[in-house]
Antibody, heavy 118, light 107 residues
Framework: QITLKESGPTLVKPTQTLTLTCTFSGFSLSTSGVGVGWIRQPPGKALEWLALIYWDDDKRYSPSLKSRLTITKDTSKNQVVLTMTNMDPVDTATYYC??????????WGQGTLVTVSS | DIQMTQSPSSLSASVGDRVTITCQASQDISNYLNWYQQKPGKAPKLLIYDASNLETGVPSRFSGSGSGTDFTFTISSLQPEDIATYYCQQYDNLPETFGQGTKLEIK
């Protein structure tokens, strides 16, 4: 059974760096073809894809946010970490991590709401 | 980025109705399209992958079709528990992109 869970601060101040951790079980990020991605959703708005890391440490980012994002993995801990620099109130959103098996994104975490406010 | 245009943005239908949502990609994405269901306060749930394949455990009243740039999602007989927002997502090219969502309500 694949599960993922996001953790991190619920409130960050403008200009601060956000660090979110995705802890997962039921699969290994060392298995060929597997990836873990991050997606966010501002309150009442649509989903926005952010970043993805593959089993071979290939990393992909949203072009519009690439300069602010870093994604890393710790295979031994079954964790993926996303950092986003220079946070702004427009970055207020629920942040999800998700399992990518082959081509499709199939299992999602429950999400964590991050509010950016001074 | 590939733009995904989803319509309608909202839809009101009665229990038992056939419901159809469309999604149009700004370029050919073959069949690399997911459909998700999202209920308030919950994560999206995958219903359809590769445009027309039903995810395991998903009721057969849900279906998808299309390829290239034009796609359709159908609920054959709307049930009260289907009230949610539905999203399409392309995964042909990175960044993966989503439609703006269709909020489905009971009439």
């Amino acid at each position: 059974q694949i599960t993922l869970k996001e953790s991190g601060p619920t409130l960050v101040k403008p200009t601060q760096t956000l660090t979110l951790t995705c802890t997962f079980s039921g699969f290994s990020l060392s298995t060929s073809g597997v990836g873990v991605g991050w997606i966010r959703q501002p309150p009442g708005k649509a989903l926005e894809w952010l970043a993805l890391i593959y089993w071979d440490d290939d990393k992909r980012y949203s072009p519009s946010l690439k300069s602010r994002l870093t994604i890393t993995k710790d295979t031994s801990k079954n964790q993926v970490v996303l950092t986003m620099t220079n946070m702004d109130p427009v970055d207020t959103a629920t942040y999800y991590c998700a399992h990518k098996g082959g081509l499709r994104t199939d299992y999602w975490g429950q999400g964590t709401l991050v509010t950016v406010s001074s | 980025d590939i733009q995904m245009t989803q319509s309608p943005s909202s839809l009101s239908a009665s229990v038992g109705d056939r419901v159809t949502i469309t999604c149009q990609a700004s370029q050919d994405i073959s069949n690399y399209l997911n459909w998700y269901q999202q209920k308030p306060g919950k994560a999206p749930k995958l219903l359809i992958y590769d445009a027309s394949n039903l995810e395991t455990g998903v009721p057969s009243r849900f279906s998808g079709s299309g390829s290239g740039t034009d796609f359709t999602f159908t609920i054959s007989s709307l049930q009260p528990e289907d009230i949610a927002t539905y999203y399409c997502q392309q995964y042909d090219n990175l960044p993966e992109t989503f439609g703006q969502g269709t909020k489905l309500e009971i009439k």
